[in-house]
Structure formats: structure tokens, C-alpha cells
């Protein structure tokens, strides 16, 4: 039984129909790039040629002579910032284990609670809205709020200092800190809230 013409898509030209010759013989139908890549090769008698650059499989990298070299350079460069990362990572906490070995009782104490410790959150973003007036992110607080625990850990490791030196034992009193404050005032690790006057 007839059934019609053929509308079946061609595999060797996507989107010409199959079907009976054209009413205009003379007519010449687009060539295929496909079709010209085979008769080159043929011609030449080498491989075929490709006309894109074959795609990777899902879940295979492509061959590394297919990558660009610019993209062969960013992937070497980011592989040796990874291993250089890795790197300092390791050196970073071995030092961190040796200095945490060579502590004393009393400073490993003083060490773990200074670790479990942080300023409230919601304190330091009232402070800083009302100090800046105006809303700030949850980064800020959270970048302020660790620059306060850093602040506060030197003043005191100054004050422990000056407490020594004086020839004191702890507790720390006010005046162990406020000669804490002045000597990081003088090394310039204290900020000022002076307002300097700048001539230039």
C-alpha cells in the first residue's frame, strides 16, 4: 500500500526532507559540509575531516591537544596555586601544633578560651549602625567582630607583659591595661580617634 511520500529527516543534511525528485531538475540543492569534509578526504586519502571540534563524552575531560593554550595555561596555573595553597596550609598548621606543644599549662588554657570566645553578633551591628548610620551586611558584622577579638587578644598579651615586667602576678588590673594601651599607642598598633589635620 502507498504511504505517501517519505518526510523522513536526512542523516547527511539535517532539515532537507526525503521525499521524490524536485519538479525543477535544473535546480542545485545546497551542498552538505559533511559531504565536502568526505570527498577531501577522499581526494587526499587521509582521515576524515572534521568540521567542529569533537565534544567530550559526559563524565570525560577532553584530550589536553583539543584545549586551547591559553586554556591550558589557566589550568596549570590554577593547579599550582591549589598545590602551593596546599602547601602553606600544611606549613601553617604544623607551625600552629608546635606552638601549641611548646605552651604552658596556664597559656594552653588561656589559648582554648580565647578560641571559644566571641563578641555577640547582634552587639557589634548595633555599635557599628550606630556609629556608620546605616545598615550594614551580616560579612561586615561578622569581619568586625573578628577584628575586635583580635584587637582585644593584643591588649591583653601587651598588659600580660607589662604585668610581668613590673614584677606583678595576675590578675590583670586597669593599670596593667592602660599601660597595654599606651605602648601599642607609641608602636602605632593602637588606633587613633584624634582627627589629624591634614595640610596637603
Not at 500500500?1 to 523522513?8: I, M, V
Not at 590583670?172 to 598598633?189: D, I, S, T
Request: charged share 30%; aromatic share 4%.
Amino acid at each position: 500500500p502507498d504511504q505517501g511520500p517519505n518526510l523522513d529527516v536526512s542523516r547527511e543534511a539535517p532539515g532537507v526532507p526525503l521525499g521524490p525528485e524536485p519538479s525543477n531538475p535544473g535546480r542545485i540543492l545546497p551542498r552538505d559540509p559533511a559531504q565536502n569534509a568526505r570527498k577531501a578526504s577522499d581526494e587526499e586519502g587521509g582521515e576524515p575531516v572534521h568540521q567542529d571540534c569533537p565534544q567530550p563524552r559526559a563524565g570525560e575531560e577532553a584530550d589536553s591537544s583539543s584545549r586551547s593554550p591559553v586554556a591550558k595555561r589557566r589550568k596549570v596555573d590554577t593547579e599550582g596555586k591549589r598545590g602551593r595553597q596546599r602547601e602553606v596550609d600544611e606549613e601553617e598548621a604544623q607551625k600552629m601544633r608546635t606552638l601549641v606543644a611548646a605552651m604552658s599549662k596556664e597559656q594552653l588554657n588561656r589559648y582554648e578560651v580565647f578560641r571559644r570566645s566571641a563578641f555577640p553578633k547582634s552587639t557589634i551591628k548595633h555599635l557599628i549602625q550606630a556609629v556608620a548610620g546605616t545598615p550594614v551586611s551580616q560579612n561586615v558584622v561578622i569581619a568586625m567582630s573578628g577584628m575586635a577579638k583580635v584587637f582585644v587578644g593584643e591588649v591583653v598579651e601587651e598588659a600580660l607583659d607589662v604585668c610581668e615586667k613590673w614584677g606583678e602576678k595576675p590578675p590583670l588590673q586597669p593599670k596593667h591595661l592602660r599601660e597595654a594601651v599606651r605602648r601599642l599607642r607609641e608602636k602605632g598598633q593602637m588606633p587613633s580617634t584624634k582627627h589629624k589635620i591634614l595640610f596637603f
